[in-house]
């Protein structure tokens, strides 16, 4: 159909060239031959060109600027070929005359002739579908951003009216954008207006056409919206589409960052890089969440070599097939080890020489430990024992050991032996004179095992979502600015350093499972019930990021503080308390290591306890 509307048009437009180049008076006849000689070589030419460029392979009905390009540069070539065939001819029939002029005229009516059937098959189809008027009601929906994803969500409703979807306005922050229009649909005001823009244009619902936006967006628009009771989507970007990150239920997952009540820490690279570039660098606990980030950040600085050192063979085969795959080019060592296991660590440290050491490598799930409380001692406190005296005796320049909120004040038998933990490595530093130092942060969301997850699973299954108390709250990071913060940290240490991450306020764990529920477009209470378990032993209400008295003072960077601790046990008497745990813990007796712990731990209240409920998550 469109090549014999081309021919079609063929005929027209070098009849009309001719005709509208042709003087007042003259006899179209008199150019006849040169009328029929253009016609012959464009109806031959002209479709084998188009043809060429894919004017006969495209759907019209998804026509744009890119094909308007295309129509453009095919005319063009078509017309600059006829034009050469009819210089030919001129040259070689001299009796017979071409006017310039006429091939122009040509061309400008090709292009309008080309480009119009085309497009107006688009027309045609989207006007029918817009007339076309199906049964059910259709919804208003205001559309939050009037950028590219924003333009582009109008454009699909008003392309498909069987989606019963119809655009009411866009609310954009972009001064330039207001009072604009957009595919007809009118910018009708700010983010700041959008409860009052609700109650004048009364959608039904609103859709955040940001893939981009913070979770600070989301969450505004989403608490309007509920205030409203009016839901909320939020369009996925691009990349999630294709990667298959959207659900059936919902139109994106949620974003870890959606949860933050903050902005993402701030980042800054130099520093990081000149403390990691060309080293040997091994990560300890390389298999789990945290090390395994570590270790991708690690290796976008070039070290010289990267050890990943774990227990788990099957983790650290994980993290060794993706950074293989992302640099090619890194020497990669994976070491299968426990780090308890002092001769082999020793070993190992002898053979490869690391100069950079992160020690990540613990039993981190409170009410596990709680349960375990020998193991708790061995991995997590004579374990590290075993790595920072391996490190003094093979010269690492610096080892930094991350730590946690719960090592404060512990309740619990983790947070205890973290602490114990931290005390190793600051009295290695005295000791050593080496940069030892120690990192603390609170939770990180996403990590095997954390809160995030085990919300999910349980939305995914319908519900309920267990909470153990309704006051219960923790500090929260990603996992990616976590560990890229831990770097800066580790890049500023000295000697014997007790790091804080500045993780902002404390988020109420009700709160981030309401959020996660409604950021996965259900309601907490009606399609989703959360139900209270009540405080699980070795639980806080509340963490705390360093010691009730503590000196802290500002450092280079913003989101890094240093504390001024002194570790009440040191020296002969830490060695001492240490040993006597360890004994302890190989005897099997874990109401004395309790009662050592509350003995030897600043501000301790450990208490020892049966199996825990593990039904629930903080």
Same mark, same amino acid.
């Given at each position: 159909?469109?090549?014999?509307?081309?021919?079609?048009?063929? $005929?027209?437009?070098? &009849?009309?060239?001719?005709?509208?180049?042709?003087?007042?008076?003259?006899?179209?006849?008199?150019?006849?031959?040169?009328?029929?000689?253009?016609?012959? *070589?464009?109806?031959?030419?002209?479709?084998?060109?188009?043809?060429?460029?894919?004017?006969?392979?495209?759907?019209? /009905?998804?026509?744009?600027?890119?094909?308007?390009?295309?129509?453009? $540069?095919?005319?063009?070539?078509?017309?600059? $070929?006829?034009?050469?065939?009819?210089?030919?001819?001129?040259?070689?029939?001299?009796?017979?005359?071409?006017?310039?002029?006429?091939?122009?005229?040509?061309?400008?009516?090709?292009?309008?002739?080309?480009?119009?059937?085309?497009?107006?098959?688009?027309?045609?189809?989207?006007?029918?579908?817009?007339?076309?008027?199906?049964?059910?009601?259709?919804?208003?929906?205001?559309?939050?951003?009037?950028?590219?994803?924003?333009?582009?969500?109008?454009?699909?409703?008003? +392309?498909?009216?069987?989606?019963?979807?119809?655009?009411?306005?866009?609310?954009?922050?972009?001064?330039?954008?207001?009072?604009?229009?957009?595919?007809?649909?009118?910018?009708?005001?700010? &983010?700041?207006?959008?409860?009052?823009?609700?109650?004048?244009?009364?959608?039904?619902?609103?859709?955040?056409?940001?893939?981009?936006?913070?979770?600070?967006?989301?969450?505004?628009?989403?608490?309007?919206?509920?205030?409203?009771?009016?839901?909320?989507?939020?369009?996925?970007?691009?990349?999630?589409?294709?990667?298959?990150?959207?659900?059936?239920?919902? &139109?994106?997952?949620?974003?870890?960052?959606?949860?933050?009540?903050?902005?993402?820490?701030?980042?800054?690279?130099?520093?990081?890089?000149?403390?990691?570039?060309?080293?040997?660098?091994?990560?300890?606990?390389?298999?789990?969440?945290?090390?395994?980030?570590?270790?991708?950040?690690?290796?976008?600085?070039?070290?010289?070599?990267?050890?990943?050192?774990?227990?788990?063979?099957?983790?650290?085969?994980?993290?060794?097939?993706? %950074? /293989?795959?992302?640099?090619?080019?890194?020497?990669?060592?994976? &070491?299968?080890?426990?780090?308890?296991?002092?001769?082999?660590?020793?070993?190992?440290?002898?053979?490869?020489?690391?100069?950079?050491?992160?020690?990540? *490598?613990?039993?981190?799930?409170?009410?596990?430990?709680?349960?375990?409380?020998?193991?708790?001692?061995?991995?997590?406190?004579?374990?590290?024992?075993?790595?920072?005296?391996?490190?003094?005796?093979?010269?690492?320049?610096?080892?930094?050991?991350?730590?946690?909120?719960?090592?404060?004040?512990?309740?619990?038998?983790?947070?205890?032996?973290?602490?114990?933990?931290?005390?190793?490595? %600051?009295?290695?530093?005295?000791?050593?004179?080496?940069?030892?130092?120690?990192?603390?942060?609170?939770?990180?969301?996403?990590?095997?095992?954390?809160?995030?997850?085990?919300?999910?699973?349980?939305?995914?299954?319908?519900?309920?979502?267990?909470?153990?108390?309704?006051?219960?709250? +923790?500090?929260?990071?990603?996992?990616?600015? *976590?560990?890229?913060?831990?770097?800066?940290?580790?890049?500023?240490?000295?000697?014997?350093?007790?790091?804080?991450?500045?993780?902002? /306020?404390?988020?109420?764990?009700?709160?981030?499972?309401?959020?996660?529920?409604?950021?996965?477009?259900?309601?907490?209470?009606?399609? $989703?019930?959360?139900?209270?378990?009540?405080?699980?032993?070795?639980?806080?209400?509340?963490?705390?990021?360093?010691? /009730?008295?503590?000196?802290?003072?500002?450092?280079?960077?913003?989101?890094?503080?240093?504390?001024?601790?002194?570790?009440?046990?040191?020296?002969?008497?830490?060695?001492?308390?240490?040993?006597?745990?360890?004994?302890?813990?190989?005897?099997?007796?874990?109401?004395?290591?309790?009662?050592?712990?509350?003995?030897?731990?600043?501000?301790?209240?450990?208490?020892?306890?049966?199996?825990?409920?593990?039904?629930?998550?903080?």
């Amino acid at each position: 159909m469109v090549l014999v509307g081309d021919l079609l048009f063929i $005929i027209v437009c070098v &009849l009309g060239s001719f005709m509208l180049r042709l003087p007042l008076g003259a006899r179209i006849f008199d150019f006849r031959h040169q009328i029929l000689i253009m016609l012959v *070589a464009a109806l031959i030419m002209k479709p084998l060109v188009y043809y060429q460029f894919g004017l006969y392979r495209r759907v019209w /009905e998804y026509a744009s600027i890119r094909e308007l390009k295309l129509i453009a $540069i095919a005319v063009t070539t078509a017309s600059i $070929i006829l034009g050469v065939l009819v210089l030919i001819a001129s040259l070689v029939m001299r009796d017979l005359e071409f006017s310039r002029g006429v091939l122009i005229i040509d061309w400008l009516l090709s292009l309008l002739a080309v480009g119009g059937l085309r497009f107006s098959y688009r027309i045609f189809i989207e006007s029918r579908a817009t007339a076309q008027q199906p049964g059910n009601r259709v919804r208003r929906v205001m559309v939050v951003g009037a950028g590219d994803a924003g333009a582009l969500v109008v454009r699909e409703m008003q +392309r498909n009216p069987q989606a019963n979807l119809k655009p009411v306005g866009f609310v954009d922050d972009d001064n330039a954008k207001q009072k604009q229009e957009i595919h007809g649909t009118p910018v009708i005001g700010k &983010l700041d207006e959008l409860s009052h823009l609700i109650d004048s244009k009364k959608p039904d619902e609103v859709i955040i056409a940001i893939p981009s936006a913070t979770g600070q967006v989301v969450r505004k628009v989403a608490d309007v919206c509920r205030i409203k009771n009016i839901p909320s989507r939020t369009m996925p970007s691009l990349h999630e589409l294709i990667g298959g990150k959207v659900s059936v239920n919902r &139109l994106r997952e949620v974003d870890i960052t959606d949860l933050l009540r903050r902005a993402p820490a701030h980042i800054d690279s130099e520093l990081v890089g000149l403390s990691l570039n060309g080293r040997r660098v091994l990560v300890t606990g390389a298999g789990g969440s945290i090390g395994r980030e570590l270790c991708r950040q690690i290796a976008r600085w070039e070290p010289g070599e990267l050890f990943l050192l774990g227990h788990g063979e099957n983790s650290i085969f994980e993290t060794l097939v993706e %950074l /293989e795959q992302s640099y090619p080019t890194l020497t990669i060592q994976p &070491l299968i080890a426990d780090i308890r296991d002092e001769k082999h660590i020793n070993q190992l440290f002898a053979s490869y020489q690391p100069q950079v050491v992160f020690h990540t *490598a613990a039993h981190k799930h409170v009410p596990l430990m709680q349960a375990n409380i020998e193991e708790a001692i061995s991995n997590n406190v004579l374990g590290t024992r075993v790595l920072v005296e391996a490190a003094i005796n093979n010269r690492v320049d610096k080892l930094v050991m991350i730590s946690t909120d719960k090592a404060i004040c512990p309740t619990s038998v983790y947070g205890a032996t973290k602490r114990l933990g931290e005390m190793l490595v %600051l009295d290695a530093a005295k000791r050593s004179g080496k940069s030892f130092s120690v990192v603390r942060f609170g939770n990180v969301l996403g990590s095997r095992g954390s809160v995030l997850l085990r919300f999910k699973r349980q939305i995914d299954d319908g519900g309920p979502v267990t909470v153990t108390h309704p006051d219960m709250e +923790r500090y929260f990071m990603t996992i990616p600015e *976590a560990v890229h913060l831990v770097l800066q940290a580790s890049a500023m240490g000295e000697s014997g350093e007790v790091f804080v991450l500045n993780m902002g /306020e404390q988020i109420k764990i009700l709160d981030l499972a309401q959020d996660l529920i409604r950021l996965s477009g259900l309601e907490p209470g009606k399609d $989703i019930e959360i139900v209270f378990t009540g405080i699980r032993p070795g639980e806080k209400l509340r963490e705390a990021l360093w010691d /009730e008295g503590a000196d802290y003072v500002a450092t280079i960077h913003p989101d890094i503080l240093r504390l001024n601790e002194n570790e009440v046990l040191n020296g002969g008497d830490l060695e001492t308390a240490v040993n006597a745990l360890i004994e302890l813990g190989e005897k099997g007796d874990p109401d004395q290591i309790v009662s050592m712990l509350n003995a030897i731990v600043p501000g301790a209240a450990v208490s020892s306890t049966p199996i825990p409920d593990l039904t629930s998550v903080i």
